[in-house]
């Protein structure tokens, strides 16, 4: 069979997809903008009829796109496809899985102007297909993937000359997340193996061949549990990332405003050494130093129920400033904790991120949930508690309590990094009311971050609340405007 190079006439609509990426883009980068946000999805013969070019002129991208067609028109598979192309994970099957999906051509433009594309010799839209990374019509990286008459992905070309291709997809440093319409999670978050995915093959595995050994009866039952395992694995494991992830911000944060006890001393000597000012000139300097203890006494409040700092005794420390006999040791005074309420400002202020993160995440959770609160702690990690006081663990919950944890969770996990997350129907198992609230709360809680989400959805509730960053599956003839 002969191979398809990317760079041929045919696949210029490709290549070019960076000429119509939306000028608004580079020129208005809004708070957590991700500069590798999909902007554009060209395919060709999906199914081997369906060609689209969805992309938006005028419309900003990079936090939400929502796919929207017709049962069968391939929304689903569009998703699907997106995750296996850009993902670079390694022992994950993606190239695989790639080539089972019948198309053409896939090409997905990123925000900077790179294109990953996948492409078939003329007249094949299943199997074998040429991978190309691009920027602004220079090639990056591209490599072949050949498969046997089976569809599954043969030893040749080696993996070695794969290898270039997967590196240049991991250098991009996209992280990309997928919550298929099963309500099932897949994220790069999770560690990866050093193999090749495309050298692997699920029926092989130990699972597989214990799968065969199993009768269609005790498979179905099989089946059954372990997909509420995979469930509540899942939820079990994005808890935990989340938690664990606060608490690397939480050291680092704490970090910020400690001061070394010798430099602290040191400077406090220094102070008190100096040509002393007149009490009457460090009496304002002591009420300021009041005011600021009072300010970071309230912040630290907040701060300590979450774990994240102790409060600081505000009160008893202002009441005994105000003493009449602390007037006569103003500068004292001054010099003294002056460096302390500096330190806890700079303290806080190194935590008020992951503290306002936390916050939101706490306030859109508890929004949904009825009956059932959910709090943080630094040392217990995520706890949901009933009205009265007794504690509920996750995985009873229901279906749509679960799918809105297992997804914030992942979300807030992916902290700044540029990510990606592709969810297919994410009205499922959520009522009216809680579909209306969605997207809104998924945009909060990532303001600050570098996240964009795809969506495919048949929910008129999403729809109609963010129409202009919906890209509607219609058809382009031959694959061209």
């Not at 806080?348 to 995440?361: G, M, W």
């Not at 990094?417 to 009311?433: C, M, T």
Request: a negative charge.
């Amino acid at each position: 069979m002969p191979e398809v190079s990317l760079h041929d006439s045919t696949t210029q609509l490709c290549n070019n997809a960076h000429v119509m990426v939306d000028s608004h883009e580079k020129t208005t980068q809004p708070e957590g903008y991700n500069p590798l946000h999909i902007s554009r999805i060209v395919v060709e013969a999906l199914f081997g009829q369906y060609s689209y070019d969805l992309h938006s002129d005028d419309t900003d991208l990079s936090k939400l796109l929502i796919l929207y067609g017709d049962n069968g028109s391939g929304k689903t598979t569009i998703l699907r496809s997106l995750f296996h192309l850009l993902s670079p994970a390694r022992n994950k099957q993606h190239r695989s899985e790639l080539a089972r999906v019948p198309f053409r051509r896939f090409c997905v433009t990123l925000g900077d102007n790179t294109v990953v594309a996948a492409a078939r010799p003329e007249g094949n839209i299943v199997g074998s297909f040429q991978m190309s990374i691009t920027k602004e019509g220079q090639i990056i990286a591209e490599a072949s993937f050949k498969t046997d008459a089976n569809l599954k992905l043969t030893s040749e070309p080696r993996s070695s000359s794969r290898r270039p291709l997967l590196d240049a997809l991991a250098a991009l440093g996209l992280k990309l997340h997928l919550l298929s319409d099963d309500r099932k999670i897949v994220t790069d978050l999770l560690p990866t193996g050093d193999e090749d995915d495309e050298e692997l093959d699920e029926s092989s595995t130990a699972r597989g061949l214990h799968l065969r050994s199993l009768s269609a009866a005790s498979l179905m039952t099989w089946k059954g549990i372990a997909s509420k395992a995979d469930e509540s694995t899942s939820l079990d494991k994005a808890i935990q990332r989340l938690v664990e992830w606060i608490r690397k911000q939480a050291i680092t944060g704490s970090g910020a405003g400690e001061v070394n006890v010798n430099s602290l001393y040191t400077d406090i000597t220094k102070q008190i050494v100096s040509p002393s000012k007149e009490t009457e000139q460090a009496k304002p300097e002591l009420q300021s130093l009041i005011a600021d203890l009072k300010v970071q006494g309230v912040r630290s409040v907040s701060f300590a129920r979450f774990g994240l700092s102790t409060e600081l005794p505000s009160e008893e420390l202002s009441a005994a400033l105000q003493d009449r006999r602390a007037e006569k040791q103003a500068l004292l005074l001054t010099q003294i904790l002056r460096p302390f309420v500096d330190g806890v400002r700079l303290r806080l202020n190194a935590l008020e991120s992951i503290h306002d993160t936390i916050v939101t995440f706490i306030e859109t959770i508890n929004a949904f949930y009825h009956g059932k609160m959910l709090s943080f702690h630094l040392r217990e990690g995520i706890t949901i508690k009933l009205p009265n006081a007794q504690s509920l663990h996750p995985n009873l919950l229901s279906s749509g309590e679960k799918q809105l944890l297992l997804l914030l969770c992942n979300v807030l996990a992916a902290g700044d990094q540029a990510s990606v997350f592709i969810i297919d129907e994410p009205e499922l198992s959520l009522n009216v009311k809680w579909q209306r609230k969605l997207v809104d709360a998924l945009l909060d809680c990532t303001k600050k971050s570098r996240t964009q989400f795809v969506l495919a959805t048949h929910s008129i509730e999403l729809l109609t609340q963010h129409q202009h960053n919906v890209l509607q599956l219609t058809e382009i003839e031959n694959g061209r405007h």
